[in-house]
């Protein structure tokens, strides 16, 4: 049984680097100017490092996964390792006050959010006031 546990473990943690490898080519083929410089302007302003990190986990909701793709995307050179170690910080920050916000009382709060986002969703169809109507209904 321990031993099957532990292959089972082993070929997890062989799937997750092949992942990393295959996301981190990916982004190499991929990386467009404008996310490269706004990631190089992130890691040159530490402050917005932490800020882009805690937005990232905040709409993807895992701070893992944003781990996983700074990892990929610092491997293949999109990014640098400071880059990266300011947005990861970001990241764990963000899911801590996801956790605190979610221990709040917000149950009015969260009515008012859906009735709002429900109303900007339904007079624009398309836009920034769409996009904020999809963030307060999320």
Same mark, same amino acid.
Request: hydrophobic share 55%; proline share 1%.
């Given at each position: 049984?321990?031993?099957?546990?532990?292959?089972?473990?082993? =070929?997890?943690? @062989?799937?997750?680097?092949?992942?990393?490898?295959?996301?981190?080519?990916?982004?190499?083929?991929?990386?467009?100017?404008?996310?490269?410089?706004? *990631?190089?302007? @992130?890691?040159?302003?530490?402050?917005?490092?932490?800020?882009?990190?805690?937005? =990232?986990?905040?709409?993807?909701?895992?701070?893992?996964?944003?781990? $996983?793709?700074?990892?990929?995307?610092?491997?293949?050179? $999109?990014?640098?390792?400071?880059?990266?170690?300011?947005? +990861?910080?970001?990241?764990?920050?963000?899911? +801590?006050?996801?956790?605190?916000?979610?221990?709040?009382? =917000?149950?009015?709060?969260?009515? !008012?959010?859906?009735? @709002?986002?429900?109303?900007?969703?339904? !007079?624009?169809?398309?836009?920034?006031?769409? +996009?904020?109507? *999809?963030?307060?209904?999320?």
């Amino acid at each position: 049984m321990v031993g099957r546990a532990m292959a089972l473990f082993a =070929v997890g943690v @062989a799937l997750l680097f092949v992942g990393v490898r295959i996301m981190s080519t990916g982004l190499k083929l991929q990386a467009e100017g404008r996310v490269h410089r706004l *990631l190089s302007y @992130a890691g040159v302003h530490p402050c917005l490092g932490v800020l882009l990190g805690m937005v =990232v986990t905040a709409l993807i909701q895992s701070s893992s996964a944003v781990t $996983v793709m700074l990892v990929s995307m610092t491997e293949a050179g $999109v990014i640098t390792f400071h880059n990266a170690f300011a947005i +990861t910080l970001g990241a764990n920050i963000g899911t +801590t006050l996801t956790g605190f916000i979610m221990a709040l009382s =917000v149950g009015e709060l969260g009515f !008012w959010s859906l009735l @709002a986002g429900l109303l900007l969703i339904i !007079w624009h169809r398309q836009g920034r006031s769409y +996009t904020a109507g *999809l963030i307060l209904v999320g």
